[in-house]
């Protein structure tokens, strides 16, 4: 069974540029959700879809972030504008439907913002 | 507000001992808890998880024991081998499937 898949690895950008991640989930899995792990820090919820719908985004900056699902299958985050403290892994994981707990993580992108 | 802690950020531990990780938290509403392993350069990967209703789960060689009272959990990892070194998370649910994660513990076996 192939892994949630992530690209890209790693991104350098400079303040106030855009930038995109994109993510597919373990195939059959309903659940996506997007972290973001500052240095030092546990890995922090930013969005989970459930198929194409919105779950909880209560800690998206949403001013600056963005995110979609389409087709219940893919996703990609957005960040437009880039600031320094968006410096972090953001991870993607996946999870089956109903029930169960253990989320499925990917190997997640770098981003350094200059 | 840190609802999930360690804080412990690093630990040392010789090969053959035992390990022993610890969490605390803040919310009693939360009903699920995960211990997950983290390698440098990949995502956290699931290691094992109790349920409140209990207060034990063994799987092998890793032990989770949660103390509701404390609102306290551990992960005893016996015997502890080199592979096992790498960060450890805690996590936690309120029963939504969204986790709470704690800050890690920095797990280092010495030969």
């Known amino acids: 069974e192939a892994g949630v898949a992530q690209s890209p690895r790693y991104k350098i950008i400079e303040k106030r540029q855009s930038v995109a991640f994109w993510c597919n989930p373990i195939s059959g899995h309903a659940t996506l959700y997007w972290y973001q792990q500052i240095l030092g820090q546990g890995p922090k919820l930013l969005i989970q879809f459930q198929n194409n719908g919105v779950v909880d985004d209560s800690q998206l900056p949403k001013d600056r972030f963005s995110a979609e699902r389409l087709k219940g299958v893919d996703s990609t985050l957005k960040i437009q504008p880039a600031k320094l403290e968006d410096s972090a892994v953001y991870l993607c994981?996946?999870?089956?439907?109903?029930?169960?707990?253990?989320?499925?993580f990917g190997p997640g992108t770098r981003l350094t913002v200059t | 507000d840190q609802q999930v802690k360690q804080n412990s950020p690093s630990l040392s531990v010789q090969e053959g001992r035992i390990s022993i990780l610890n969490c605390d938290y803040t919310?009693?509403?939360?009903?699920?808890f995960l211990w997950y392993k983290k390698y440098p350069a990949e995502g956290p990967t699931f290691l094992i998880s109790i349920s409140s209703i209990k207060d034990k789960n063994e799987d092998g060689r890793f032990t989770v024991f949660l103390n509701k009272s404390a609102k306290h959990l551990s992960l005893h990892i016996v015997p502890s081998q080199p592979g096992d070194s790498a960060v450890y998370f805690c996590?936690?649910?309120?029963?939504?499937?969204?986790?709470?994660f704690g800050q890690g513990t920095r797990l280092t076996i010495n030969p």
């Open positions: 994981a996946s999870s089956p439907l109903g029930g169960s707990y253990e989320q499925y």
């Open positions: 996590a936690a649910s309120a029963g939504a499937q969204k986790l709470v």
């Open positions: 919310n009693s509403m939360f009903d699920y």
